[in-house]
């Protein structure tokens, strides 16, 4: 397993610095160009890594077709090469991120997410410890599609609201201690969340459905419908809120 917290740490950092040289030309060429190629060329990159490194195990990926032959495979690394391509392809923003998460019996056991614009790998193999809380809860929320259950939390906790961009940046933004709370009430892929999930409960942090029910990966569907990651001493009032 040690062996797969730093595969998973390196991947995502060498998607990063691909993504990073990509972004580079953007002003030189149209943005939407640069979008497109950093969700392709991530993926291309992170999917021959693992079929050269790891040839036994399955591959769920937001940018490849989904092989039904995972379901019954013991090993499956769940990746999102590009979280927060509209974020990606506007600089300066930083909230945008790289996921690699290996899966088995439904729960993520090794992860990393890549912030590379601000030139950080969280990952499993050395999970960071979450800083203490400064005060009044803060809640990080989508800056463009903000759940319905947004408003209802943040009265309940008396939160500060924190917009950000792509599901990484915000879940590790809990992990980095810049916000408590991510409640997210609208749906994901598997793959916006099983690297973060990975590195946020490897960090301590509360990780559950809202409802407080286990998150399950490698699922037929594999869309979720949502998804709490929060300072562990927050959850039962945030469970309770959304109740």
């Known amino acids: ?37 950093g969700d392709r060329l991530s993926n291309e990159l992170l999917i021959g890594l693992l079929a050269a490194e790891h040839p036994s195990d399955a591959v769920l990926s937001e940018e490849s077709t989904d092989d039904p032959a995972r379901l019954t495979a013991p090993r499956v690394w769940v990746i999102d090469p590009l979280d927060g391509t509209r974020e990606f392809g506007e600089p300066p923003r930083t909230d945008w991120a790289v996921h690699v998460a290996l899966v088995s019996e439904h729960a993520p056991v090794a992860g990393a997410v890549a912030l590379p614009a601000r030139g950080l790998v969280l990952s499993t193999g050395a999970p960071p410890a979450v800083p203490p809380p400064t005060g009044r809860p803060r809640l990080v929320v989508s800056r463009t599609r903000p759940p319905e259950s947004t408003a ?4 309940a906790l008396g939160a500060e609201l924190v917009p950000m961009g792509s599901a990484g940046a915000k879940a590790m933004a809990i992990v980095l201690g810049e916000a408590d709370v991510y409640a997210h009430s609208g749906g994901q892929h598997e793959w916006d969340s099983a690297a973060p999930v990975a590195v946020a409960a490897a960090s301590g942090l509360h990780c559950s459905r809202l409802d407080g029910s286990p998150l399950r990966y490698n699922q037929p569907d594999p869309w979720l419908p949502d998804l709490l990651i929060c300072r562990p001493e927050l959850a039962e009032r945030v469970i309770d809120a959304l109740r």
Do not use: C
């Open 152 to 155: 209802l939390l943040a009265e």
């Open 1 to 37: 397993m040690s062996d797969d917290h730093a595969d998973a740490a390196r991947l995502a950092e060498e998607a990063g610095h691909l993504l990073l040289g990509l972004r580079a030309r953007i002003g030189k060429e149209p943005a939407e160009g640069v979008r497109d190629a």
